[in-house]
């Protein structure tokens, strides 16, 4: 398949030289195939609601209802095909700042439970919406870590946007649980839950774990993925559990700033 590869055949350095370069023949190749295919998914990902947009503004501009109502079922079809538009170049745009390692963090001291409140009360009404419980409780009070503000919230957001997406009953709990170094925020659903072989994968970009199921929840295929790179970079530890048909529980675990806590939690 390589038309680059070298035919030396020797134990000498050139054999070694040869053997080097070969390597780095696959891993170009490996890179070339692993962009292929992220922008055959990008395109795809992108084609689904354009595809909708098209046929339905169609519909209601050549007046192709029976009703009113019918009519307004397919113009929020377009509303919520746009919005889900929006996020995806949203998350198509923060991907490929990470890819390039040009995503700018401003480091702050920030207070994990006053972020994690108002990440929360931002979702209520979606929460709301679904008839499911949201509560957030706390052990302690010292909840200062070394964090991009910003990205900390996108990462609450994203898991709590998730729990909800994927549960039909019962509901969410947010709790933030304190050791002396360390803080763990932890969001439990009550939902659909992942199959226990594809936990491994859910952070990989654009993997659903039903192709369809996603869709008719409203999501990108790229959160996860872009939790776990915010996570990182700032530090932290993400943790997964799951059980089909009764939840999902995620964790992530952070480093306290050292002149908080004591004599506090
Ligand atoms: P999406 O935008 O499709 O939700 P994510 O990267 O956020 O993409 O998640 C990847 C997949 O993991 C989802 O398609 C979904 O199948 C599964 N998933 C994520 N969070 C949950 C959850 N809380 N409960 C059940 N399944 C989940």
Known sequence: ELETRLEIKSKDEIGSLADAINDLAIDLQHYRDTR???FSNIS??????????????KVVKDKLYETEEEK???????????????HLVDDLFDMAKMEEGK??????RIDLSELVEQAVRKVE?????????LTNSQSGKASLVHADGKRMEQIVL???????????????????????KRVTLIVED????????????????????????????GGTGLGLSI???????????????SKLGEGTRFEIQFVLLPDNGEGRT
């Open 36 to 38: 292929q295919e992220l």
């Open 44 to 57: 795809h990902e992108l084609r689904t609601p354009i595809t909708y947009l098209e046929g339905y503004s």
């Open 72 to 86: 307004d079922r397919y113009l929020d079809i377009i509303y919520q095909e746009a919005v889900r538009l929006q």
């Open 103 to 108: 995503i700018s963090l401003v480091f702050e």
């Open 125 to 133: 009404l979606k929460a709301k919406d679904k008839s499911l419980r």
């Open 158 to 180: 994203n898991l709590l946007e998730n729990a909800i997406r994927y549960t039909e009953q019962g509901g969410i709990d947010v709790h933030l649980v304190y050791t002396s």
């Open 190 to 217: 009550t939902g659909i839950g992942i199959p226990e072989e594809e936990l491994p994968y859910i952070f990989e970009r654009f993997y659903r774990v039903e192709k369809s199921r996603s869709r008719q929840f």
């Open 227 to 241: 939790v776990k790179k915010l996570v990182e970079v700032q530090g932290g530890e993400l943790q997964v559990s």
